[in-house]
């Protein structure tokens, strides 16, 4: 596909790469930030940070998605590794770094919130009620959610320095997204959320001021 793409074709995968796709080297930072998910990726890639020493804390976020109002469950093809009931996102997650390294002692609760703005706020209000420092925080979430993640936890922890580590996604990376159908779809669903939610977000912010 890449041989038969247009001159303006090209521009437009460009553009819309370079502001979906974020990504940092990781640097000593306060906490791991992990928003909720039911894919376990993005848990495996923070407590690999977490074991190489990059933070001492991972906080995963999420009770669930609000578009389903609960859990629903362990994905398939991760059952065999995960086979417990879950009642959401956080207790998956929490699973997933418990079996890749991460004590308990390391891991923060916040299994309240049901989509990606909330769960910059309530990660933040977590870690004020600790009264843990953030003054570094790395953000471990899909590569093509990384734009909108950023966007809403910098708004949420304005004082944060954030780097984005993001774990592989195969089919929805800066390199092969637009290849197929599944990942054009994914990738421009960003860029629609995007235009949707973050009206609301911003006007969610200013009545916070």
Known sequence: M???LTAGAERFIRAVTEF????????QADVILVPGSRKIENAIRAAALYRAGYAPYVL???????????????PERYQAEYPDAYETEWAFLRAVLRKHGVPDSAILREDQATYTWENAQKSRDVLQTAGLPCDTAILCCH???ARRALLYYQAAMPKTRFLVCPAPTPGYTREDWFLTPK????????????????????????EEE
Do not use: C, W
């Open 20 to 27: 979906i796709f974020v990504e940092d080297q990781p640097e």
């Open 143 to 145: 590569a093509f959610h």
């Open 2 to 4: 890449q041989d038969k």
């Open 60 to 74: 995963p976020s999420g009770r669930y998605a609000t578009t389903y109002g609960r859990f629903l469950g362990v």
């Open 183 to 206: 990942g054009r779809d994914r990738v421009l669903g960003e860029v629609q959320r995007l235009g949707s939610q973050v009206n609301e977000v911003f006007e969610m912010m200013l």
